[in-house]
């Protein structure tokens, strides 16, 4: 049975860190891309980062660029998102999300095939 479990969510206050972490099981991690995404209430799910699976290569979303870090343990079969310098709307529910496409990743909601049940991200001002 396949299954993506996230971890590490919680309240932090704005400025602030969290380490998401996504534990996987049932197939092959390291030949499947890894996604990132974030939804907030009343909002559409939206891609933060994702990493590759050949070369480990990533992408990130605008305005996660140089606040966030996305990485993974092939070895562990996890995958973790650095969050830094959080703000009010980073706020949301985290998913991650497995891609067992070619090539690079994307972060596009329909290339993923298995999902978390995500880990919510609350933020105090």
């Known amino acids: 049975e396949v299954q993506l479990v996230e971890s590490g969510g919680g309240l932090v206050q704005a400025g602030g860190s969290l380490r998401l972490s996504c534990a996987a099981s049932?197939?092959?991690?390291?030949?499947?891309?890894i996604g990132w995404f974030r939804q907030a209430p009343g909002k559409e799910r939206e891609g933060v980062s994702c990493?590759?699976?050949?070369?480990?290569?990533?992408y990130y979303a605008d305005s996660m660029k140089g606040r966030f870090t996305i990485s993974r343990d092939d070895a562990k079969n996890t995958a973790y998102l650095q969050m830094n310098n959080l703000k009010p709307e980073d706020a949301g529910v985290y998913f991650c999300a497995s891609d067992g496409g070619p090539g690079d990743c994307l972060l596009d909601i329909d290339e993923y095939d298995y999902w978390g049940q995500g880990t919510q991200v609350t933020l105090s001002s």
């Open positions: 990493i590759s699976s050949s070369d480990g290569s990533t």
């Open positions: 049932g197939f092959t991690f390291d030949d499947y891309a």
